[in-house]
């Protein structure tokens, strides 16, 4: 309880404080007197332009980067648990990779469903990639009895991964030229610079709904702890909770990707940091890893769009130069207790 009200005055200190900085520097108060004007509890006297960039151009980025770094460690945390794989990750089922291909079918043959506005079609186009991947992955891994076999599920992840990042390759060698190029590596490694109010509440209802959900299915995940066996044995439906967290979880990514696309590290990494300060029960582990995840890409985001002056650092660089060595650490402290 401590923790959680602890990291949740910490990620609204956090918004409070990121929403002044960028290329114009805003103080917290004025950023304070935005939100409050704008929910209606004040009438502070502040610019026009200053209340259109933290509110309109700010505000949905720090918003989305919260809503996705709590939605990865959560799904993380989850299939973590589900198949027992201290490597298990949100991008698990291939959802990533077949988000790419998508946006690449997009971004480079102009493929886009009708009527989308174009600012939306890349986002579309990723989110039909994820979805496919997802089916074709479900559709290999389950059995006659239609169970899903973790072990084989993951292999069915990586055969599907592998295939979509071929197709990937391909579009970009065979029809690409160097702006398309340029515009897919910059939409795999990740950025929060489109997104806009919208897609901000999306992904910000998304993550609430995962974050109640999946904390309300801790007991199920617990019982995972020991193995199938086990959790059979205490009465879970092995079959059908498999089915609702791969597919609960796969659908939470593919939303992420689509909109800001594939960040690494934050679903990996996350939910083992949280889990040698609190242990392994999921009614803690879970709320406080969202909230973890939240924080690390808020300020992750925050470091991609003011470091580098003039330009924008893709936020997956960052997390990565974050998360990597925080493995290594939690690799070598593992050794040594063996």
Do not use: K
Not at 173 to 187: I, K, N, S, T, Y
């Amino acid at each position: 309880m401590v923790a959680g009200i602890a990291l949740t005055a910490a990620l609204l200190v956090t918004g409070v404080l990121v929403l002044g900085v960028g290329s114009v520097r805003i103080p917290a108060g004025d950023v304070l007197d935005v939100v409050l004007r704008r929910m209606w509890l004040g009438h502070a006297d502040v610019s026009p332009v200053t209340d259109r960039i933290v509110w309109e151009l700010r505000l949905p980025r720090v918003l989305a980067a919260a809503a996705v770094g709590a939605g990865l460690a959560l799904c993380g945390a989850a299939l973590q648990a589900l198949t027992g794989n201290d490597l298990a990750d949100p991008y698990l089922l291939g959802v990533s990779s077949g988000a790419a291909l998508g946006a690449v079918m997009t971004i480079v043959l102009g493929w886009t469903p009708p009527d989308v506005p174009a600012g939306l079609a890349t986002s579309v186009g990723a989110f039909a990639g994820a979805l496919g991947a997802l089916v074709l992955v479900l559709a290999l891994a389950a059995g006659r009895s239609g169970d899903l076999p973790p072990a084989r599920t993951i292999l069915a992840g990586v055969a599907v991964a592998q295939l979509a990042g071929a197709g990937t390759s391909l579009v970009v060698m065979v029809f690409g030229d160097r702006q398309g190029a340029r515009e897919v590596l910059a939409w795999t490694l990740g950025s929060f610079a489109g997104v806009r109010t919208t897609s901000a509440w999306v992904l910000v209802v998304g993550a609430v709904l995962a974050t109640v959900l999946l904390t309300g299915s801790a007991r199920t995940l617990d019982a995972f702890a020991f193995g199938e066996t086990s959790a059979r044995s205490l009465g879970v439906d092995v079959g059908r909770a498999r089915w609702a967290f791969f597919v609960g979880c796969a659908l939470v990514t593919a939303g992420t990707v689509a909109v800001v696309g594939p960040i690494g590290f934050v679903g990996l990494t996350v939910p083992h940091v949280v889990r040698l300060v609190v242990g392994p029960a999921h009614g803690f582990l879970l709320p406080l890893s969202a909230l973890t995840g939240a924080l690390l890409m808020v300020w992750s985001d925050t470091a991609a769009r003011s470091l580098a002056s003039g330009q924008e650092i893709p936020v997956g660089v960052v997390t990565a130069l974050v998360g990597a060595p925080v493995l290594v650490v939690l690799l070598r402290r593992q050794a040594r207790q063996v």
